[in-house]
């Protein structure tokens, strides 16, 4: 097995992800880049990783890094992933993809000019849950068409930064393209049209007034599939501090049968998914790997074999186009044709 060198930039949460299953997956993170020295040393001793810098392009520079890997806030996506490619590096770049169509646009032009392979984490989708029920769609045992349920309710962030409509840009952008790439996954199909009611339900808080522009973090969303499919979430980052209700687990159902669980939950040992087939319920339990090493396998079998990353440019764009109409149908009250 080739051992790459491995870059990571961001020593946050995903940061810290990274960092693990890079070397998880039989690597070197060689360095970390963070502009907080604090969070950087942390991580760095944790990990035992030789250099520690703050400034990314330092980091980019260095000619024994094969791999880029993005952990940084969304409108910073863009400018590291065009300096990488511009240095001959591979990327593996945190989702969403970009801030906007334009600067996915900066970034894929950068990376095809350079030749070099560029990869989005989209770990939950490489979840066992979702192998599952996909298999039994695929075998038939739900019927077509389907509807499916999702649900993610959190009190405001801790991270406020998620809440700048002109930075994360909020939930509908940050955390739905998870659940949008589950639905695509399952109904094989491309959204078709979409409406959208939401809002703001943390306004007046005083922990994000700073911010000049807040972003929706609250909202019912339904997706139409050209399968004839439907995919249903209600997102909300605006609860009270220490909220207890959560989201209820993922349920799908056609004619025939469904299946409800947490699918695409990640960093759990094993999804618990309750069956249901005519008069027939079981209940079934998939181990659950490391998901960030196994997107990170799926990344390094592409650099190796020449093929293109299994999640790349075209998926990112997808869920970024998406979680846009869902905006756009919200802001204008209308149904927005994909
Ligand atoms: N795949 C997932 O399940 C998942 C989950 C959470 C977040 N994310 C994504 O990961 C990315 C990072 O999120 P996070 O939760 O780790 O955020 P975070 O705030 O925990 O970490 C971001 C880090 O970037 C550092 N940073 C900011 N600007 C920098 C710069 N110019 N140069 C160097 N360091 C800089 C910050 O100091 C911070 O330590 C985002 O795109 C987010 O949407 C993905």
Redesign the pocket.
């Known amino acids: 097995m080739k051992r790459f060198n491995i870059a990571v ?7 810290r992800n990274h960092v693990r299953s890079w070397i998880a997956a039989g690597h070197h993170v060689v360095t970390i ?4 020295p604090e ?1 950087l040393n942390k991580l760095g001793l944790e990990f035992n990783v030789p250099n520690l810098v703050a400034d ?1 392009k330092e980091a980019i520079d260095d000619s024994q890094i094969d791999i880029v890997s993005v ?4 409108v ?2 863009a400018p590291v992933t065009v300096y990488a490619a511009q240095m001959g590096k591979h990327i593996f770049c ?3 993809l970009a801030s906007s169509p334009a600067a996915a646009d900066e970034m894929q032009k950068a990376v095809e000019a350079a030749g070099v392979q560029f990869g989005v ?1 989209f ?2 989708n490489f979840s066992k849950g979702v192998e599952q029920v996909k298999r039994w769609i695929d075998e038939g045992k739900f019927g077509r068409p389907m509807v499916m349920y999702s649900d993610l309710l959190q009190e405001v962030r801790p ?1 406020v ?1 998620m809440h700048d409509r002109n930075g ?1 840009q909020g939930p509908v952008v ?1 955390a739905c393209c ?1 659940t949008f790439m589950m639905w695509q996954t399952f109904f094989h199909s491309k959204p078709k049209k979409v409406y959208a009611s939401g809002g703001i339900m943390a306004q007046g808080r005083a922990e994000i007034a700073h911010f000049e522009q807040l972003a929706i973090d609250t909202a019912v969303i339904t997706v139409e599939y050209e399968s004839g499919d439907i995919g249903t979430i209600t997102v909300s980052w605006g609860l009270a501090k220490k909220f207890k209700m959560r989201g209820r687990p993922d349920r799908i159902f056609g004619p025939k049968g469904g299946a409800e669980g947490s699918f695409n939950n990640f960093g759990i040992p094993a999804v618990k998914i309750e069956l249901f087939e005519g008069e027939h319920t079981e209940t079934v339990e998939v181990k659950q790997p490391d998901l960030f090493k196994e997107e990170f396998q799926a990344f390094v079998d592409a650099i190796v074999s020449g093929q293109p990353a299994p999640v790349s440019f075209k998926q990112g764009r997808e869920m970024l186009k998406l979680s846009h109409a869902v905006l756009e149908s919200i802001e204008t009250g209308k149904i927005v044709y994909l």
Do not use: S, T, W
């Not at 930039?9 to 940061?15: H, K, L």
């Not at 952990?71 to 969304?74: E, N, T, V, Y």
């Open positions: 930039i961001g020593a946050g949460d995903m940061g880049c963070d502009v907080d969070r990314y952990c940084l806030p969304l910073f996506h945190e989702k969403p984490g770990q939950r991270k930064a994360n940050d998870h």
